[in-house]
Protein backbone atom coordinates (compact mmCIF):
# COMPACT_ATOMS: atom_id res chain seq x y z
CA UNK A 1 0.00 0.00 0.00
CA UNK A 2 1.38 3.48 -0.74
CA UNK A 3 2.25 5.92 2.40
CA UNK A 4 3.29 9.76 2.22
CA UNK A 5 4.88 11.26 4.80
CA UNK A 6 5.27 14.81 5.56
CA UNK A 7 8.26 15.01 8.85
CA UNK A 8 7.75 18.74 9.07
CA UNK A 9 4.46 19.45 11.54
CA UNK A 10 5.26 23.08 11.27
CA UNK A 11 7.63 25.87 9.41
CA UNK A 12 7.56 29.01 9.50
CA UNK A 13 9.04 31.87 7.01
CA UNK A 14 9.84 35.48 6.60
CA UNK A 15 7.52 37.25 3.98
CA UNK A 16 9.44 37.40 0.51
CA UNK A 17 12.04 34.71 1.80
CA UNK A 18 11.84 31.04 0.50
CA UNK A 19 10.65 27.96 1.92
CA UNK A 20 10.83 24.50 1.55
CA UNK A 21 8.08 21.59 2.52
CA UNK A 22 9.44 18.23 2.72
CA UNK A 23 7.39 15.20 1.43
CA UNK A 24 8.11 11.46 0.72
CA UNK A 25 6.08 8.40 -0.16
CA UNK A 26 6.35 4.93 -0.59
CA UNK A 27 4.53 3.08 -3.95
CA UNK A 28 5.76 0.02 -5.51
CA UNK A 29 4.19 1.25 -8.53
CA UNK A 30 6.28 2.86 -11.80
CA UNK A 31 3.86 5.58 -12.92
CA UNK A 32 1.79 7.88 -10.51
CA UNK A 33 0.56 11.51 -9.56
CA UNK A 34 1.88 13.62 -6.79
CA UNK A 35 -0.15 16.82 -6.25
CA UNK A 36 0.74 19.57 -3.46
CA UNK A 37 -2.93 21.26 -1.88
CA UNK A 38 -3.08 24.01 0.57
CA UNK A 39 -5.56 24.41 3.16
CA UNK A 40 -6.34 28.02 4.91
CA UNK A 41 -8.21 29.17 7.35
CA UNK A 42 -11.54 28.83 5.22
CA UNK A 43 -10.77 25.09 5.08
CA UNK A 44 -11.10 24.95 1.20
CA UNK A 45 -8.95 22.64 -0.41
CA UNK A 46 -6.90 24.33 -3.23
CA UNK A 47 -4.39 22.51 -5.51
CA UNK A 48 -1.08 24.20 -5.38
CA UNK A 49 0.66 22.22 -8.13
CA UNK A 50 0.69 18.39 -9.31
CA UNK A 51 3.42 16.46 -10.87
CA UNK A 52 3.30 12.89 -12.91
CA UNK A 53 6.37 10.50 -12.32
CA UNK A 54 7.03 10.04 -15.96
CA UNK A 55 7.78 13.56 -16.18
CA UNK A 56 11.95 14.06 -15.67
CA UNK A 57 10.54 17.87 -15.40
CA UNK A 58 9.82 19.52 -12.26
CA UNK A 59 6.76 21.01 -12.33
CA UNK A 60 6.37 25.21 -11.51
CA UNK A 61 3.66 27.39 -10.92
CA UNK A 62 4.24 31.05 -10.54
CA UNK A 63 6.31 31.44 -7.54
CA UNK A 64 5.67 27.78 -6.25
CA UNK A 65 7.85 24.87 -7.80
CA UNK A 66 8.65 21.10 -6.62
CA UNK A 67 11.69 19.36 -6.62
CA UNK A 68 11.10 15.79 -8.03
CA UNK A 69 13.39 12.56 -6.94
CA UNK A 70 11.99 9.47 -8.25
CA UNK A 71 14.50 7.56 -7.02
CA UNK A 72 14.35 8.94 -3.88
CA UNK A 73 10.88 9.04 -3.92
CA UNK A 74 11.19 12.49 -2.53
CA UNK A 75 8.66 15.38 -3.41
CA UNK A 76 9.30 18.82 -1.60
CA UNK A 77 7.47 22.13 -2.69
CA UNK A 78 9.25 25.23 -2.57
CA UNK A 79 7.70 28.48 -2.24
CA UNK A 80 9.40 31.83 -3.19
CA UNK A 81 8.97 35.32 -2.62
CA UNK A 82 6.72 34.12 0.39
CA UNK A 83 3.66 36.18 0.88
CA UNK A 84 1.33 36.98 3.78
CA UNK A 85 -1.44 34.82 2.37
CA UNK A 86 1.08 31.34 1.62
CA UNK A 87 0.32 30.79 5.31
CA UNK A 88 -1.83 27.70 5.72
CA UNK A 89 -1.36 23.85 5.98
CA UNK A 90 0.11 22.29 2.89
CA UNK A 91 -0.74 18.86 1.86
CA UNK A 92 1.49 16.19 0.10
CA UNK A 93 -0.76 13.53 -1.97
CA UNK A 94 -0.52 10.92 -4.10
CA UNK A 95 -2.64 8.88 -6.84
CA UNK A 96 -2.39 5.82 -8.42
CA UNK A 97 -2.43 6.05 -12.37
CA UNK A 98 -5.57 6.51 -14.34
CA UNK A 99 -5.70 3.12 -15.61
CA UNK A 100 -8.13 0.71 -13.09
CA UNK A 101 -10.70 1.88 -10.39
CA UNK A 102 -7.94 3.26 -7.72
CA UNK A 103 -8.43 7.00 -7.74
CA UNK A 104 -7.90 7.73 -4.46
CA UNK A 105 -6.21 10.46 -3.22
CA UNK A 106 -3.43 9.39 -0.24
CA UNK A 107 -2.50 12.38 1.51
CA UNK A 108 0.40 13.35 4.21
CA UNK A 109 -0.53 14.61 7.68
CA UNK A 110 0.18 18.49 6.64
CA UNK A 111 2.64 20.80 7.60
CA UNK A 112 1.30 24.19 9.02
CA UNK A 113 2.85 27.28 7.59
CA UNK A 114 3.49 30.63 9.18
CA UNK A 115 4.53 33.77 7.32
CA UNK A 116 6.20 36.22 9.54
CA UNK A 117 5.73 39.81 8.29
CA UNK B 1 -18.64 27.39 -13.82
CA UNK B 2 -19.36 26.99 -10.25
CA UNK B 3 -17.32 25.02 -8.24
CA UNK B 4 -17.97 21.95 -5.89
CA UNK B 5 -20.73 22.66 -4.03
CA UNK B 6 -21.32 21.05 -0.20
CA UNK B 7 -24.28 21.54 2.10
CA UNK B 8 -24.44 22.09 5.29
CA UNK B 9 -21.53 24.07 5.92
CA UNK B 10 -21.49 23.02 9.22
CA UNK B 11 -23.75 20.13 11.01
CA UNK B 12 -24.77 19.48 14.57
CA UNK B 13 -26.53 16.51 15.50
CA UNK B 14 -27.17 14.58 18.74
CA UNK B 15 -25.12 11.04 19.06
CA UNK B 16 -28.15 8.74 18.20
CA UNK B 17 -29.23 10.79 15.12
CA UNK B 18 -29.08 10.47 11.25
CA UNK B 19 -26.71 13.28 9.13
CA UNK B 20 -26.89 13.82 5.53
CA UNK B 21 -24.55 15.50 3.80
CA UNK B 22 -24.87 16.75 0.76
CA UNK B 23 -22.40 17.11 -2.56
CA UNK B 24 -22.93 18.68 -5.90
CA UNK B 25 -20.04 18.31 -8.45
CA UNK B 26 -19.12 20.74 -10.63
CA UNK B 27 -20.56 21.13 -13.88
CA UNK B 28 -20.29 17.95 -16.75
CA UNK B 29 -18.42 16.07 -13.65
CA UNK B 30 -19.75 12.17 -13.28
CA UNK B 31 -17.46 11.23 -10.74
CA UNK B 32 -17.43 11.81 -6.78
CA UNK B 33 -15.19 11.04 -3.81
CA UNK B 34 -15.76 11.38 -0.27
CA UNK B 35 -12.85 12.33 2.61
CA UNK B 36 -12.98 12.59 6.24
CA UNK B 37 -10.85 14.93 8.03
CA UNK B 38 -10.09 14.27 11.43
CA UNK B 39 -9.08 17.22 13.83
CA UNK B 40 -5.31 17.30 13.38
CA UNK B 41 -5.02 14.71 11.11
CA UNK B 42 -4.75 14.53 6.93
CA UNK B 43 -7.64 13.49 4.84
CA UNK B 44 -8.95 9.81 4.59
CA UNK B 45 -10.36 8.46 1.76
CA UNK B 46 -13.96 6.89 2.37
CA UNK B 47 -15.59 6.21 -0.84
CA UNK B 48 -15.49 6.55 -4.58
CA UNK B 49 -18.88 7.01 -6.82
CA UNK B 50 -20.17 7.35 -10.61
CA UNK B 51 -23.44 7.99 -11.30
CA UNK B 52 -25.24 5.09 -9.51
CA UNK B 53 -22.74 3.04 -9.36
CA UNK B 54 -20.08 2.60 -6.11
CA UNK B 55 -17.24 2.18 -7.53
CA UNK B 56 -14.72 1.90 -4.61
CA UNK B 57 -15.67 2.18 -0.51
CA UNK B 58 -12.56 0.79 0.89
CA UNK B 59 -12.72 3.76 3.16
CA UNK B 60 -16.01 3.18 4.47
CA UNK B 61 -16.85 2.17 7.63
CA UNK B 62 -18.65 -1.26 7.46
CA UNK B 63 -21.64 0.32 9.73
CA UNK B 64 -23.85 3.23 9.77
CA UNK B 65 -22.13 4.81 6.74
CA UNK B 66 -23.52 5.20 3.46
CA UNK B 67 -23.22 6.84 0.18
CA UNK B 68 -24.99 7.52 -3.01
CA UNK B 69 -24.91 9.29 -6.46
CA UNK B 70 -28.02 9.09 -7.88
CA UNK B 71 -28.56 9.85 -11.77
CA UNK B 72 -30.17 13.10 -10.61
CA UNK B 73 -29.33 15.15 -7.60
CA UNK B 74 -26.42 15.68 -5.35
CA UNK B 75 -24.43 12.86 -3.81
CA UNK B 76 -25.29 11.91 -0.08
CA UNK B 77 -23.06 11.08 2.40
CA UNK B 78 -25.52 9.66 5.13
CA UNK B 79 -24.74 8.52 8.93
CA UNK B 80 -26.75 6.60 11.09
CA UNK B 81 -27.13 7.12 14.66
CA UNK B 82 -23.89 9.94 14.93
CA UNK B 83 -21.25 8.80 17.60
CA UNK B 84 -18.87 11.67 19.00
CA UNK B 85 -16.19 9.89 16.98
CA UNK B 86 -18.07 11.15 13.75
CA UNK B 87 -17.32 14.51 14.39
CA UNK B 88 -15.06 15.70 11.26
CA UNK B 89 -14.89 17.87 8.52
CA UNK B 90 -16.35 15.78 5.24
CA UNK B 91 -14.91 17.46 2.00
CA UNK B 92 -16.46 16.24 -1.55
CA UNK B 93 -14.22 15.88 -4.42
CA UNK B 94 -15.57 15.54 -8.15
CA UNK B 95 -13.70 14.81 -11.32
CA UNK B 96 -14.80 14.86 -15.26
CA UNK B 97 -13.52 11.28 -15.73
CA UNK B 98 -11.68 10.55 -18.42
CA UNK B 99 -9.33 11.23 -19.80
CA UNK B 100 -8.90 13.38 -16.60
CA UNK B 101 -9.54 12.60 -12.82
CA UNK B 102 -8.43 15.32 -11.52
CA UNK B 103 -10.30 15.82 -8.16
CA UNK B 104 -11.94 19.36 -7.46
CA UNK B 105 -12.56 19.81 -4.30
CA UNK B 106 -15.39 21.72 -1.91
CA UNK B 107 -15.30 23.42 0.59
CA UNK B 108 -16.31 20.48 3.30
CA UNK B 109 -18.95 19.71 5.76
CA UNK B 110 -18.28 20.36 9.50
CA UNK B 111 -19.76 17.62 11.20
CA UNK B 112 -20.08 18.37 15.36
CA UNK B 113 -21.64 15.78 17.22
CA UNK B 114 -23.04 16.57 20.54
Known amino acids: AQTVTQSQPEMSVQEAETVTLSCTYDTSESDYYLFWYKQPPSRQMILVIR????KQQNATENRFSVNFQKAAKSFSLKISDSQLGDAAMYFCAYRSPNAGNNRKLIWGLGTSLGVNP | NAGVMQNPRHLVRRRGQEARLRCSPM?????VYWYRQLPEEGLKFMVY????????ESGMPKERFSAEFPKEGPSILRIQQVVRGDSAAYFC????????????FGPGTRLTVT
Open chain 2, 49 to 56: LQKENIID
Open chain 2, 93 to 104: ASSPGFPSYEQY
Open chain 2, 27 to 31: KGHSH
Open chain 1, 51 to 54: QEAY
